[in-house]
T-cell receptor, first 121, second 106 residues
Framework: QVQLQESGPGLVKPSETLSLTCTVS????????WSWIRQPPGKGLELIGY???????NYNPSLKSRLTISLDTSKNQFSLKLNSVTAADTAVYYC??????WGSGWYLDYWGQGTLVTVSS | DIQMTQSPSSLSASVRDRVTITCRAS??????LNWYQQKPGKAPKLLIF???SLQSGVPSRFSASGSGTDFTLTISSLQPEDFATYYC????????FGQGTKVEVK
């Protein structure tokens, strides 16, 4: 059974860096692709970005200048760093496994439970 | 960016009703369309991928179709556990999600 669990601070000050880690069990992060998605309170879902097992990434252009997604294969984790945060970055952040391919399209088949990050002083 | 527009934004239905939700893309996305179900306080759950492929473990009352720019999700006989919000998502380039359709009790 594949399980994902987000961890990190629930409160971040404006202008600081939001850092989250997703710990994966039941699957090797070296064998799949992985993604971060967020959902502001009461709103819809937004792709943050995704990372292939090679380490190559694809980021949402609206976040690209502030964003880093990386893998830690030794810990079977991947992480998100979003710098210079504002209140607009307040959201539930989800990590998820990415499946599919260029021929059939990409989809998210396993999700973490999500973690609320609030940006406030 | 490709915009995804779902309709309706919400609907009221009764158990055993047939429910249809539509999703329209602002440009051709081939068959790169997925559907998710989200219940309050929970992560989204994958229902359908690549337009019409049922994810393992999802009941067969869920089905979907479409191509190009117009897609539909159908629940053939609504069950109590199906009251939730449904999102479409394309994966053609930088993905975006629809704004969601909330299925409520009538």
């Amino acid at each position: 059974q594949v399980q994902l669990q987000e961890s990190g601070p629930g409160l971040v000050k404006p202008s600081e860096t939001l850092s989250l880690t997703c710990t994966v069990s039941g699957a090797s992060i070296s064998s799949y692709y992985w993604s971060w998605i967020r959902q502001p309170p009461g709103k819809g879902l937004e792709l943050i970005g995704y990372i292939f097992h090679s380490g190559s990434t694809n980021y949402n252009p609206s976040l690209k200048s502030r964003l880093t997604i990386s893998l830690d294969t030794s810990k079977n984790q991947f992480s998100l760093k979003l710098n210079s945060v504002t209140a607009a970055d307040t959201a539930v952040y989800y990590c998820a496994r990415l499946r599919g391919g260029w021929g059939s399209g990409w989809y998210l088949d396993y999700w973490g439970q999500g973690t609320l990050v609030t940006v406030s002083s | 960016d490709i915009q995804m527009t779902q309709s309706p934004s919400s609907l009221s239905a009764s158990v055993r009703d047939r429910v249809t939700i539509t999703c329209r893309a602002s440009q051709n996305i081939s068959s790169y369309l997925n559907w998710y179900q989200q219940k309050p306080g929970k992560a989204p759950k994958l229902l359908i991928f690549a337009t019409s492929s049922l994810q393992s473990g999802v009941p067969s009352r869920f089905s979907a179709s479409g191509s190009g720019t117009d897609f539909t999700l159908t629940i053939s006989s609504l069950q109590p556990e199906d009251f939730a919000t449904y999102y479409c998502q394309h994966s053609y380039g930088i993905w975006t999600f629809g704004q969601g359709t909330k299925v409520e009790v009538k």
